[in-house]
C-alpha cells in the first residue's frame, strides 16, 4: 500500500551471476508489518516498532505449509507487496525494507530507509547474514538469476525520472519493466549481465499501476493499476496488458478487474494470473464500499486475450500471493487476519480450501522463488 511517503525514484542493481541450479521449488517467504493498523473511520494507525517479522515457509506440503522461522527484521506494508524474492536456487533471499520507524514524542512516524536484507535458506534454520546499504526508499524487488556466493552488493542505480513501485525482468535476462507509480507508465530497461540501461521508452498503462510480472513464455506482462493512488474507492480498476513481442512492446488491453488490484502474480503455467482486490477494506467501516473480506479476480491468459474469468472471497486486506511451483495451489496472505488463505487452482478454477496457515504478525508482502 501507498499511503505516507513514496516509494523510491530509482531502479537498484545488484550483483547476480547465472549457473546451473537444481531447483527444489518449496519455499515462500513472507513480511509481516505490526506497526501499521487502520482505525474504524479508514485512518492509519503508527503503532511502536519492534514486532516485526519475515517468514521463511516451506510449501512441500501443499495444504499443510511450515513455517520453518521467524527472524526479527523490520518490514513495511508500504510499497508494493512484492519487496521480497527468493533466488532460483533458494539459497538466498532478499528483503528490501522501504521505512524505518521514528519516535516524535510519544508518538512514531515511518521515515525513508535504506536496508537490503539478506538470508541464508540454506542454513538451519535460515538466518539473517547480512545488511546491504542502498538507496533512500527500496521497494518492488525482483532477481533475474541465482548470486554467486552469498554476497550481494549495489554496484550501480538507474535515474529513470519518476519513482519506482516495482521493477521485474523478462524470461530471458534481456530486459526489464520499470512500473513508474505516479507517472502511470511502465519503463523499458536493457539488461547485459550486471550493466542496466534505461531505453528511454515509456508506455502508458492504467492509474497509478503498482504492480507487475511476465508471463512465463515472456510474451506477455501485466500490471495491476492500483487506481485512487494506493486506496480501494469502491470504484473499478484494471489490469493493463502489454505485448511484449511487439517492436517497441506497447500495450494492447486493459482488463476491468475490480476495486483497488495490488498484489498480482501470474501462474508458473502461464494460463491464469490473479489480481489481490482490496475491495473496501481499508476504507471507512461506514462508507458504502466498505467490505470486510478482500477478493482475488482470476484472469484466463489465451495468447495475447486475457479476460477476468471469476473471483473468490478471502480474508481482510489481501496483499502478498504465491503460486505452488505446480501451479496447483495459491497462497494469499490476508493483512488484517494475520494469516494465509490457501486456494485449490484447477485450470483456471480458484476455489477456497477452507485451511489457514496462521502467522506471527500480519502479511504486508510474499514471494515465492524467482522463476
Known sequence: MNHPVRLTAFLLVLVFSAFP?????????IGNDDKYSFNDAGQVVFGPPGKDTISIVDISNREAPKIL????????????????????DERLAIVANSLNWVQEGTAWKPAPDNKLYVIDLKASPPKHIATVEVGKQPSGLSINAPIQGNEVKLVDTVPIGDTVAHVVFTPDGKRALAVKFPAHKVAVLSVEGQKVTYAKYDMPVGLWPYNIDVT??????????????????????TVSVIDLEADPPRVIDRVVVGDAPEGLTISPTGEIAVAMLLSGNDGPKNAWFYNRNGRVAMLKIDGKKVTKVGEVEVRGLPEGAVFSPDGKYLYVGNFLDQDVSILKVDGTRVTDTGKRLQLPGHPASMRGRAR
Do not use: E
Open 216 to 237: 512465463p513464455n515472456g510474451k506477455l506482462a501485466l500490471t495491476a493499476d492500483n487506481g485512487n493512488s494506493g486506496r480501494s474507492d469502491g470504484h473499478i480498476d
Open 21 to 29: 541450479y537444481a531447483a527444489s521449488a518449496q519455499l515462500m517467504i
Open 69 to 88: 522461522v521467524s527472524l526479527p527484521l523490520m518490514n513495511s506494508i508500504v510499497g508494493p507487496p512484492v519487496n521480497l524474492a527468493i533466488t532460483p
